[in-house]
């Protein structure tokens, strides 16, 4: 086991139980009754431990004991830091080897007490842990617990401990505190851990690194083979690198040799995809892929191997980090990581409230890991522990925390990076931050028990009622008959029913009773937000009412919202997501709380709601004839909201991979189950829209169509994008007929794989004019003009929402003065 404590032996005598040793006296009665001994050549953080250890001690009982070198180690109760020969001499079977940089031994030996390990950190973590049996607890930078006592002993100790994984990292700014970050025995580059801690895990690069390993200014113009061929092109942006291009190992494994030339502290450098799609489509790469079983992983990973073999002959202690995430998370058939490779496995597509190993959604991550455990057991981990657009939201993720790290570590893994909230003020961020840094060293650490620790020193007289939030929101994801079962992805948040928010609000009010002192007070205020915070989110969803698209609790909101960001800013927090700064949010909110003007159409069969104000959406399709809306309805707490999902169109001036233009639409006209919309651009596109109920059967046509009023020519793309709610995406199947040929036919979400997904089928792949899904929630049969549509997609996600993107794109066409592009669609629904 990783964490191993040798319990005191008691050893018989002439067959009678020997008397049980005494304690060793550290101080009595309020004066210093032992030395500390610091060794020889003592490291920077075994000096620090020495004064770690003297400080503490004092601030417990009001003694300094007298902290000595060896030689002048007077007779008497000793505590020996570090390695030493009289360590040597006095404890001969302590495993130093084994114990490693940061693992350490206690150990009594009649008078003398042993703290000893490996000299970069083991023995000031040992120092740590003497406190923590002494009584002492950091469990924020700003909140501990030194107890206090006229007399200090230390009971006899025999143990070692080493930790669980080599790279424990908490990406929380509440664990960045150098001291508290050394007194929790993390080691990550993120902490401010410096010399005097024995330094850290240090990267130099860290993640999506390909276009600072080859950047684009530099080499696109000279070697545009170095980059990503995609759609026939090389591409110098939002794609990645031609990972078989073999003078491309070259430049690569000289970059990152200067890398570490540059940063010699560096111990491990990243060679890893950029955050986004865009793998390469050329030969080689395809060939490559096809030979992996078809997995983008294995020209990752040769890649990879080669930079690092190049990279081992100048610096053979050097580790090369890489990635497996998103479309390079499947593991490779063929290809193994060599032993300075450490392959960084990401599941952001999780469920993240329930252990993996329990929850079905997480099936296809434990395929993924046991597939990458089978061929190495080096692996590193980057798991997600924050809710990035939303960093106050509840995240009610502990029992899948208390449960994860061991699995990890039963799974080879050996590093963590825990992705938290990296902005002060993020949701428990010092309550996770302190359970993390227990299971990091430990797996089988107790964390009710830390959870409760935690609580008494943070919150005071106040624990025991913010223990009762804490049990609420876990409540939420817990599987019945403990809980409610939700399950809970990336940046969405748990759903909570009026009476459990108005218990909510009766917790906090209780709690802010209890505070005795503004420190707890202000504390209990910072965990509410979180609630508010959610609460602010709930009133937001958007309905339509008396000809309005309106917030639910708009008079609320306008009275509630600017509140509640003053004390974000009183309390510290500086960002409430990733994306924007705080500013930009509150404006954001702000401009919603207004009721925008709808317009319905409607025949008996279906009636649509649509909104100008918001690029021209549909924000309601109702079947009339079984009362089901069929469109997906977004969440409040989706980016850009309530602009999004619905049924709408974008124009392109270029590339779909530009922005889209800005439109400002306007109901040009609306009868008889008709309406039109109409937009104009700063450069003289003029957009039309038409949307026309059957008044026989249930299909809704659309006519998009854009004309080039302006004096200059325009590119221009046109794009449709129909939000299906479909219902259980496991029992939702997309059909339809390639224009090759050939029939398409999937069920949507597989056992074994993730709830989510996109295709995109371009050219001869693309659904020869019409396409349909069919699921719990009925049938959508999509319809357009052939000749009028380059490719199509489809994107799925099952994840707290069922919600299916049927999208179809013209081809990029040149307009010249007064030419016009259309696109036509329709839905049948049944």
């Not at 690569?252 to 940063?263: D, P």
């Not at 309550?431 to 964390?447: D, E, G, H, K, T």
């Not at 013209?810 to 629904?829: D, K």
Request: net charge neutral; with cysteine; charged share 25%.
């Amino acid at each position: 086991m990783p964490y191993r404590q040798t319990l005191p032996v008691f050893v018989f005598i002439c067959g009678a139980l020997s008397a049980a040793p005494h304690p060793l006296i550290l101080v009595e009665n309020g004066k210093p009754a032992a030395t500390i001994v610091l060794s020889a050549g003592a490291s920077p953080s075994e000096q620090r431990a020495a004064g770690e250890l003297q400080h503490f001690v004092a601030e417990m009982s009001g003694a300094r004991l007298p902290l000595r070198g060896e030689k002048d180690a007077a007779r008497g109760t000793l505590v020996l830091i570090g390695r030493s020969p009289m360590v040597d001499r006095l404890a001969p079977s302590i495993p130093f080897t084994r114990l490693g940089d940061e693992g350490f031994a206690l150990k009594t030996v009649g008078r003398t007490l042993i703290v000893a390990g490996g000299r970069r950190r083991g023995t000031m973590y040992g120092v740590s842990a003497l406190l923590e049996k002494l009584g002492c607890r950091w469990v924020a930078y700003d909140a501990s617990r030194i107890p206090k006592q006229t007399t200090v002993s230390v009971q006899p100790l025999d143990e070692t401990q080493t930790p669980a994984f080599e790279y424990r990292d908490v990406y929380i700014a509440e664990a960045w505190d150098k001291d508290w970050a050394a007194r929790n025995r993390l080691n990550g580059f993120t902490a401010r851990l410096d010399e005097s801690t024995g330094g850290k895990v240090e990267y130099y690069p860290f993640v999506h690194t390909f276009y600072q390993l080859i950047p684009p200014k530099l080499y696109f113009k000279s070697h545009p083979e170095f980059f990503a061929l995609v759609d026939g092109k090389r591409r110098d942006d939002h794609a990645q690198l031609c990972l078989t291009n073999p003078e491309l190992v070259r430049v690569a494994a000289a970059r990152v040799i200067q890398w570490f030339g540059e940063h010699p502290s560096a111990t491990i450098a990243s060679v890893s995809q950029m955050d986004w799609g865009g793998e390469c489509e050329c030969a080689n790469c395809r060939r490559v892929k096809a030979e992996e079983g078809g997995a983008s992983s294995g020209p990752m990973l040769r890649f990879v191997n080669a930079v690092a073999e190049l990279v081992e002959k100048k610096y053979p202690g050097k580790l090369i980090d890489t990635l497996a995430y998103a479309y390079t998370e499947e593991p490779p058939a063929k290809v193994r990581p060599r032993p300075n490779v450490r392959v960084r496995m990401c599941p952001i597509g999780a469920c993240q409230a329930h252990p993996y190993e329990q929850c079905p959604y997480d099936a296809y991550i434990m395929k993924n890991l046991r597939g990458w455990a089978k061929m190495t057991n080096r692996i590193y981990i980057w798991h997600y522990n924050g809710n990035f657009s939303h960093f106050l939201l509840p995240l009610p993720d502990f029992d899948e925390l208390a449960a994860d790290v061991a699995m990890y570590r039963r799974n080879g893994v050996v590093g963590l990076f825990m992705q938290g909230t990296g902005m002060p003020g993020g949701e428990s961020g010092r309550l996770r931050a302190y359970v993390l840094s227990r299971l990091l060293w430990n797996p089988a650490a107790n964390v009710e028990q830390a959870i409760d620790e935690f609580n008494e020193i943070y919150y005071g007289k106040a624990a025991h009622t913010m223990r009762e939030w804490f049990d609420l929101m876990q409540h939420l994801v817990r599987m019945p008959p403990e809980g409610e079962g939700q399950h809970l992805w990336c940046c969405r948040a748990p759903v909570a029913t009026d009476l459990q928010m108005d218990q909510a609000g009766r917790i906090f009010n209780k709690a802010l009773a209890l505070a005795d002192n503004d420190v707890i007070r202000r504390r209990v205020e910072l965990a509410q937000l979180g609630f508010r915070y959610m609460e602010m989110q709930r009133l937001r969803r958007f309905e339509i009412h008396a000809g309005s698209y309106v917030s639910a609790g708009l008079d609320h909101l306008k009275q509630t919202v600017e509140p509640l960001f003053a004390d974000t800013d009183r309390l510290g927090v500086t960002r409430l997501g990733e994306e924007h700064d705080r500013a930009h949010d509150f404006d954001a909110i702000t401009r919603t709380l207004h009721a925008y003007p709808a317009v319905t159409v409607e025949n008996r069969l279906l009636r649509l709601d649509i909104v100008a104000a918001l690029q021209g959406r549909v924000v309601r399709l109702l079947d009339k004839t079984n009362r089901r809306e069929r469109l997906n309805r977004p969440n409040p707490v989706e980016m850009n909201y309530p602009d999004r999902s619905g049924w709408g169109v974008t124009v392109y001036p270029g590339g779909f991979d530009a922005a889209p233009l800005p439109l400002r639409w306007r109901v040009e006209s609306s009868a008889g189950g008709k309406i039109t919309l109409t937009a104009t651009s700063d450069a003289g596109l003029q957009v039309r829209r038409t949307l026309r109920l059957d008044a026989q059967q249930p299909v809704v046509y659309e006519e998009l169509t854009a004309r080039n009023a302006g004096a200059a020519p325009c590119d221009t793309i046109l794009e449709s994008q129909f939000d299906a709610d479909a219902g259980s995406l496991e029992r939702t199947t997309l059909r339809f007929t390639h224009r090759a040929g050939s029939v398409f036919e999937r069920l949507l979400v597989r056992p074994e794989e993730q709830p989510a997904g996109s295709e995109t089928f371009p050219g001869a792949q693309a659904p020869d004019g019409t396409w349909s899904l069919q699921g719990p929630n009925g049938y959508f049969g999509g319809t357009y003009t052939n000749e009028e549509v380059d490719r199509a997609i489809a994107v799925w996600n099952g994840k707290s929402q069922n919600r299916v993107s049927l999208t179809v794109r013209t081809a990029l066409r040149r307009l010249e003065p007064n030419q016009f592009q259309s696109l036509r669609t329709a839905y049948t629904l049944r």
